[in-house]
């Protein structure tokens, strides 16, 4: 018996996926002559009968379904090698695992990345959306290199540094009758179709309050829990809102912002490891979102 060559396997692989040796020469792109060779040769070196003729068909037998198995196994294990060298060539050039929560994960996030891998264009960056408190364990399980969050987390092994986000903004839709003033209060919005964040939510306890110090409440006529529902039912013209601009950002080309009196502080934070892998890559990714938050495109 002569060893198979890696050509033979994989015209076996070829025709038994495939199903035809036409389908398999063109997968292999050689010709069906050549392909037909390959699965003789095979089988001769072998001494095997793989295939089974059949009304100009090659139907695999119980020894060629026996030899594909194991084929697949060992052309597996080799992509699994392929896929740690691929990981060894990242780790060479950096690599950084950042969370974000679902309401910077649009716009905001963007901006930030296009501004980090203007500096590092050749660091491999993995992105994960998760609630603030999955998040926060992720990063005390070091799972996580950086992660943005609600601000809030206190913890001996972790740095939170607050981001400088400008104050919370009336969100309304295009043409709305209020946009012709340049800062509302809770007393112009009472009467409008409010859509509000969930009730738990930071944004929707900060909002309240300030309707409370008015002596009003407002007429919630939808709520959501995530900061682009919010903004998706404001650009439709469903209601009216009040939120971050850094969680808005994803409507500002279709809804009109004016600014909100009293004003409302909503502050996210860059929460990451004391003592943080990568760090001179989360310090770079750190400067490129307090960087980005200034520049946020839903402004009165």
Same mark, same amino acid.
């Given at each position: ?41 095979? &089988?001769?070196? *072998?001494? @095997?009968? /793989?295939? $089974? ?6 139907? %695999? #037998?119980?020894?060629?379904? +026996? ?114 003033? &340049?800062?509302? *209060?809770? @007393?112009? /919005?009472? $009467? ?6 969930? %009730? #738990?939510?930071?944004?929707? +306890? ?95």
């Amino acid at each position: 018996m002569r060893n198979p060559s890696l050509r033979q396997l994989e015209a076996l692989m070829a025709v038994v996926e495939a199903g035809t040796v036409s389908r398999a020469s063109e997968i292999l792109r050689i010709s069906q002559p050549a392909a037909s060779k390959l699965i003789q040769d095979l &089988e001769a070196d *072998t001494g @095997l009968q /793989l295939f $089974e003729r059949d009304s100009g068909r090659l139907v %695999p #037998t119980g020894r060629g379904m +026996r030899l594909y198995e194991e084929v697949e196994r060992i052309f597996g294990g080799v992509n699994q090698l392929a896929r740690a060298v691929e990981a060894i060539r990242r780790e060479e050039h950096g690599q950084l695992f950042i969370g974000t929560m679902p309401a910077l994960s649009g716009p905001f996030i963007t901006r930030v990345l296009k501004l980090f891998r203007a500096r590092h264009p050749d660091v491999f960056v993995s992105v994960e959306a998760r609630s603030s408190q999955y998040l926060t364990e992720a990063v005390l399980l070091r799972r996580l290199d950086v992660v943005l969050v609600i601000s809030g987390l206190e913890h001996p092994s972790v740095i939170a540094e607050a981001v400088k986000n400008p104050p919370a903004v009336v969100v309304l839709p295009r043409g709305h009758r209020l946009c012709k003033k &340049e800062e509302l *209060t809770p @007393l112009e /919005l009472a $009467e409008e179709p409010f859509i509000a964040f969930g %009730p #738990t939510s930071m944004m929707r +306890r900060k909002v309240d309050s300030a309707f409370d110090d008015y002596g009003l409440r407002p007429r919630i006529v939808i709520e959501a829990t995530t900061a682009p529902n919010v903004a998706e039912f404001v650009a439709a013209g469903l209601g009216v809102t009040i939120g971050d601009p850094l969680s808005m950002e994803i409507v500002a080309d279709r809804v009109a912002v004016r600014r909100f009196r009293p004003e409302l502080a909503f502050e996210y934070e860059i929460v990451r490891p004391v003592r943080a892998r990568n760090s001179s890559l989360v310090a770079d990714f750190v400067e490129a979102t307090h960087a980005a938050a200034l520049t946020t495109t839903i402004l009165p």
